[in-house]
């Protein structure tokens, strides 16, 4: 069956643009997960959805970044006004149930965003 | 905090040798559960193997095996025979088994090369 994907695949912006990405978890998974991995680090994570609970919002490193994820498939990622430090690859997960930790969390290719 | 190191940022092997790749980490869980990710050029993580803390038994799918030393914190990844598909960075993972969101920390990773 079809995995994670995330658009666009590479994105290029201005310093002070707002950017949005996008991430289609694997049907059925109810939690969706968002990390960002800057250059030579590991994975941060950012944001994670469970069906229709409120989202764990610890990770967002700024009021800048927001999510959202509709009808509990499709997620979005946004970042206003980005800043040359919010470069990175943005990489998006899903899982059957975030409730249970064993279950193995599937990545999509991730969003390699570029603030010039 | 909960932390996850891995202290070798590269390493290489020649190819049907083995390597062992370490990772610690720090947490005053019992309950939790450890996971080596393959993110190869195509920035596509995949799960190579997981543990869970409870269990003694090292967990090991077919060339890929773990040392797991839970006193000590110690979760290494041993690849034997190596192949050039196993070219990747490798990163180690821990999230808590009480956690409700399954959120995974990780180490800095492993650029692994198997050489020819």
């Known amino acids: 069956g079809a995995g994670v994907s995330q658009s666009p695949s590479n994105k290029v912006t201005e310093k002070g643009k707002d950017v949005e990405l996008r991430c289609d978890p694997i049907?059925?998974?109810?939690?969706l997960y968002w990390y960002r991995q800057s250059l030579g680090q590991g994975l941060e994570f950012l944001i994670y959805f469970q069906g229709n609970s409120a989202p764990d919002k610890s990770g967002l490193p700024s009021d800048r970044f927001s999510a959202e994820r509709t009808g509990g498939s499709v997620s979005t990622l946004t970042i206003q006004r980005t800043q040359q430090e919010d470069s990175a690859v943005y990489l998006c997960?899903?899982?059957?149930?975030?409730?249970?930790?064993?279950?193995?969390?599937?990545f999509g290719p991730g969003t390699r965003l570029t603030v010039l | 905090a909960q932390t996850v190191t891995q202290s070798q940022p590269e390493m290489s092997v020649q190819e049907a040798e083995t390597v062992t790749l370490s990772c610690t980490y720090d947490?005053?869980?019992?309950?939790?559960?450890l996971f080596w990710y393959k993110q190869p050029p195509s920035r596509q993580m995949i799960l190579v193997i997981r543990?869970?803390?409870?269990?003694?038994q090292n967990a090991t799918e077919n060339r890929f095996s773990v040392n797991f030393q839970k006193a000590a914190k110690s979760f290494s990844l041993k690849i034997s025979d190596s192949q050039l598909g196993d070219t990747a960075m490798y990163f180690c993972a821990f999230n808590v088994g009480s956690s409700n969101t399954g959120k995974l920390i990780f180490g800095q990773g492993t650029t692994l090369q198997v050489k020819p």
């Open positions: 049907s059925g998974h109810t939690a």
């Open positions: 997960a899903s899982s059957l149930r975030g409730l249970y930790s064993y279950n193995e969390q599937f």
């Open positions: 947490t005053s869980e019992n309950n939790y559960y």
């Open positions: 543990q869970e803390a409870y269990k003694q």
